[in-house]
């Protein structure tokens, strides 16, 4: 069974950093997307950040320049490193999964997620 824990959330000024970490196991092989979904209050949940099983990223135009999604394989875990924080970055941060070679746009094209984990950034 394939299962995703986030960690790293918290509070920020803006103009900061944090890094967020997720931890996949249980997975087996054969082709995975991962990536980083966000929801803030009242709001849709939305895509921050996917990585597939090639290593291409894709990122929302809200975060380019200042997010960046990464890999580890041999920890089997999935990094979002976000700078230059906004108070409009606010919201419960997920990580989610999917079996395929593409990465979907839409959340509700995953299966697997995370417990999320909160951003605060205060202006």
């Known amino acids: 069974q394939v299962r995703l824990v986030e960690s790293g959330g918290g509070s920020v000024q803006a103009g900061g950093s944090l890094r967020l970490s997720c931890k996949l196991s249980?997975?087996?092989?054969?082709?995975?997307?991962m990536g980083w979904f966000r929801q803030g209050s009242g709001k849709e949940r939305e895509r921050v950040a996917t990585l597939n099983g090639y290593g291409e990223t894709a990122y929302s135009d809200p975060v380019k320049g200042r997010f960046t999604v990464s890999k580890d394989n041999a920890e089997n875990r999935l990094y979002l490193q976000m700078t230059g924080l906004r108070p409009e970055d606010t919201a419960v941060y997920y990580c989610?999964?999917?079996?395929?070679?593409?990465?979907?746009?839409?959340?509700?094209?995953?299966?697997?997620w995370g417990q999320g984990t909160q951003v605060t950034v205060s202006s």
């Open positions: 989610a999964g999917r079996f395929s070679r593409f990465c979907a746009v839409d959340y509700s094209d995953y299966v697997y």
């Open positions: 249980g997975y087996t092989g054969g082709a995975f997307c």
